[in-house]
Nanobody, 123 residues
C-alpha cells in the first residue's frame, strides 16, 4: 500500500521560512517523479514544484520560483520543499504527490497523493 505522509506545516510570519517533508512507503521511490501541490481555501489545487526521479531536473511554478527549493533523498524515500520569503498568499494545504509518468505540472500525471499539511503565513 502506497503512503505519502507530509509534515512540517505550521504558522509562520511573513518573510519566514519552513521546510516541508514527505515520507514515502509502499512504492519504489526512485521510479517516481515527485511533486508538491497546494490548495488555498476556495481555490483549486495548484502545482508548486516537481523533481525528476533522479533529482537532476526540477520545475517550479512562477509564483514560487526563487523562493522555494525542492529536493529528494532516494535512499531515505524522502522529498522536501524548502520555502523561504514566505508570503500570506502562500497559505494553503500542501500536498506531496508521486507520479510514474515523469516530471510535470499536471495533476493527472501523479498517481499517489498524501493527506496534506497546513501552512499558514500570517502576522
Amino acid at each position: 500500500q502506497v503512503q505519502l505522509v507530509e509534515s512540517g506545516g505550521e504558522l509562520v510570519q511573513p518573510g519566514g521560512s519552513l521546510r516541508l517533508s514527505c515520507a514515502a512507503s509502499g512504492v519504489t521511490f526512485r521510479q517516481y517523479a515527485m511533486g508538491w501541490f497546494r490548495q488555498a481555501p476556495g481555490k483549486e489545487r495548484e502545482f508548486v514544484s516537481g523533481i525528476r526521479w533522479n533529482g537532476e531536473a526540477t520545475y517550479y511554478a512562477h509564483s514560487v520560483r526563487g523562493r522555494f527549493t525542492i529536493s529528494r533523498r532516494n535512499a531515505e524515500n524522502m522529498v522536501y520543499l524548502e520555502m523561504n520569503s514566505l508570503k500570506p498568499e502562500d497559505t494553503a494545504v500542501y500536498y506531496c504527490a508521486a507520479g510514474y509518468l515523469g516530471l510535470g505540472n499536471e495533476m493527472a500525471r501523479y498517481n499517489f497523493w498524501g493527506q496534506g499539511t497546513q501552512v499558514t503565513v500570517s502576522s
